[in-house]
């Protein structure tokens, strides 16, 4: 038995979680988020807890149990407290300014790289060197933020770029570090 899927998930109170033909709705304080499950799994929701069942000991339902389970919980946590990535840019005039909706930032290059928020990702600029990715649902805030790290990846010889905050960039030696033969 799957020791993440055969735990009960609580549901605190302001959520709201409804299961109709394995489409799971979940409602709370900073929104609505659904997914379609697969249909041979069992959720039930009974007294403010949700349980997932598996038919059988297939592998394909051992593997299905723990991720359902695993993504139902994300969802719960997401429409209570929502999910959020903090990003640092590094290096010299490296910076990023917030603008109305779009986070405006200078990255080396020649022209300066503009990304908007969405309707369910809000980004943040607290100082002219991080930026907070934050939304409801935890696999959009991940994807958006792996985009925005994408535009500059740091380097490996002085780190300049954007990276996450607890991210640790393993430093190469330059060419001065070589000994000679």
């Known amino acids: 038995m799957s020791r993440i899927g055969k735990k009960p998930i609580s549901v605190p109170a302001g959520v ?10 979940v409602k709370g304080p900073k929104g609505t988020l659904s997914r379609q499950f697969s249909k041979e799994l069992g959720i039930e929701v009974a007294d403010g807890v949700v349980t ?3 038919p059988t000991d297939d592998k394909e339902h051992r593997s299905l149990h723990g991720l ?14 929502g999910y959020s990535k903090t990003l640092i840019i590094e290096g010299v005039g490296y910076r ?29 600029v607290p100082q002219p060197n991080t930026i907070v990715v934050s939304g409801i649902d935890k696999q959009e805030v991940g994807q958006f933020a792996a985009e925005i790290r994408e535009k500059r990846p740091p380097e490996p010889y002085k780190g300049k770029g ?8 393993i430093r190469k030696e330059g060419k001065a570090g070589k000994g000679k033969k």
């Open 68 to 81: 359902t389970r695993t993504l139902i919980e994300n969802m719960v946590e997401g429409v209570t407290n």
């Open 162 to 169: 954007i990276r996450y905050v607890d991210e640790h960039i």
């Open 96 to 124: 990023a300014a917030k603008k109305g909706k779009e986070v405006v930032m200078n990255l080396g290059y020649s022209h300066q790289v503009i990304v908007a928020e969405t309707d369910s990702i809000k980004l943040d």
């Open 52 to 54: 997932v069942t598996r």
């Open 16 to 25: 709201e979680v409804k299961c109709e033909e394995n489409l799971v709705t």
